[in-house]
C-alpha cells in the first residue's frame, strides 16, 4: 500500500499498524510528506498551536540523560542556576504576556521539583489568575509530579502539562538510567486522570531506529496525547551523544510525516533544535507539523519570533490557543 492509498484510510478513520507505518520509511518523500499535510489540513485545518517558554531553574539535574547538557552527570559548558524567586517567575510572566504570548511555560531541570519550589509555582500562578484580566494559557514541565500536585495545578488553571518520554521503551534504558521509563507513564496517567491535557514527545539523533520513532508514536496515540514535541538533537559537547551526526531535513521531515499518519488528530510541535533545520521549518511545517514553540530553548537559541510569525503567515496558517 503506497502514502495516498493509507492517507485516504486514514482520512477515514482507519489507526494504522506498526507494519503499515513501517512501511511509510521507504515511501518517496514528496509523495510521504504531501500526504501527511493533507492529512494535517483534514484534522486540524490551518490552526497552528504555539507556547513559550520560562526556563524556571537550569542544571544540576541528577538525571544521567545521554542528551542534556544539564545533567550533573556530563561537563558541559552551561549556565547554571537556583529555581527562580516568585518575584522573578512574576516579572517573567507578565513580560511574556504583555508582548503578546498568551501560551507560557514553565519549565525545570529535575527528576522532580522540591516541595518548597512547587510551592513558588502555585503561589506565582495564583497572582496570575488573580491579578491579569486578559486571556492566558499555562503550561508546566516539572518532571515526575505527584497526582496532588496536578490537581492542585489543575486548580490553577494550568491547562497542560509536559512529560516527554522521549523515544522507545526499547530504546529509553540505552540514553536513560536514573529513571524509568514507566516512571514517566506513571505521571501521564496521573495528568489524564486529573481531566489535564498531556504534551509529550521525542528526541529525535540518539542513535535510535525508524522503528523506535515508530512505537514512541503509537505509544503516544494509545494515551491519547494532543501536544507531541518533535526535538532534533543537538549534540552537546561533555554528552556522551557529543559526537551524534545531526538529522538532515528530509529525516526530520520523514519523522514528522510518519508521526502525523500515526497521530492524524494531534498538534505535531517542533521543538528544540529546530535551527539546526537550515529553513527554521519550513519543510517541517509542510510535512504535518502545526505547532512550534517560539522564541530560545532551554540551553540553545531558538529562531527570532518575528521570523516564525512571517513564516506562519506565508504558509497560511492561524495561530490558535483552543487545543
Known amino acids: 500500500m503506497n502514502a495516498l492509498e493509507l492517507k485516504e484510510k486514514v482520512l477515514n478513520g482507519y489507526n494504522i499498524t506498526k ?3 513501517m512501511n511509510l520509511v521507504d515511501m518517496p518523500l514528496d509523495e510521504l510528506v504531501a500526504a501527511a499535510d493533507e492529512i494535517r489540513s483534514f484534522f486540524c485545518g490551518n490552526k497552528f498551536d504555539v507556547c513559550t517558554l520560562i526556563n524556571v531553574k537550569n542544571g ?21 542556576y537556583p529555581f527562580l524567586s516568585e518575584e522573578e517567575l512574576l516579572k517573567q510572566s507578565n513580560s511574556l504576556l504583555d508582548a503578546g504570548f498568551k501560551r507560557i511555560s514553565y519549565v525545570a531541570s529535575g527528576r522532580k521539583i522540591t516541595n518548597k519550589e512547587f510551592d513558588i509555582v502555585a503561589s506565582a500562578l495564583e497572582q496570575l489568575n488573580e491579578e491579569r484580566d486578559d486571556e492566558f494559557h499555562l503550561c508546566l514541565s516539572l518532571g515526575l509530579l505527584n497526582s496532588s500536585q496536578i490537581a492542585r495545578l489543575k486548580q490553577l488553571n494550568v491547562e497542560r502539562l ?8 526499547d530504546y ?32 529525535f539523533g540518539m542513535g535510535e531506529t525508524f522503528e523506535d520513532r515508530i512505537d514512541l508514536a503509537l505509544q503516544l496515540r494509545q494515551l491519547n496525547v494532543k501536544s507531541i514535541p518533535i526535538n532534533v538533537l543537538n549534540p552537546i559537547k561533555g554528552t556522551p551523544v557529543e559526537n551524534n551526526e545531526i538529522l538532515s531535513n528530509d529525516e526530520v ?29 519550513r519543510k517541517a511545517f509542510q510535512s504535518g507539523a ?17 521570523d516564525d510569525l512571517k513564516l506562519l503567515d506565508e504558509l497560511g496558517f492561524e495561530i490558535t490557543y483552543s487545543i
Do not use: W
Open 290 to 306: 502545526n505547532a512550534a514553540i517560539l522564541g530560545n530553548m532551554l540551553t540553545t537559541s531558538g529562531v527570532g519570533v518575528e
Open 172 to 203: 529509553f534504558k540505552s540514553i536513560c538510567t536514573t529513571h524509568s521509563y514507566d516512571e514517566k507513564l506513571d505521571t501521564i496517567e496521573d495528568i489524564i486522570g486529573n481531566g489535564l491535557m498531556v504534551c509529550s514527545g521525542g528526541i
Open 253 to 281: 521531515c520523514r519523522i514528522i510525516a510518519i508521526f502525523r499518519f500515526i497521530n492524524p488528530d494531534a498538534f505535531i510541535r517542533m521543538a528544540g533544535g529546530r535551527t539546526l533545520l537550515g529553513d527554521n521549518g
Open 162 to 169: 509536559h512529560n516527554n518520554l522521549e523515544s522507545s521503551r
Open 19 to 21: 507494519d503499515d507505518a
Open 60 to 80: 544540576r539535574c541528577s538525571e544521567d540523560c545521554k542528551f542534556c547538557a544539564q545533567s550533573n552527570h556530563y561537563d558541559t559548558d552551561i549556565d547554571i
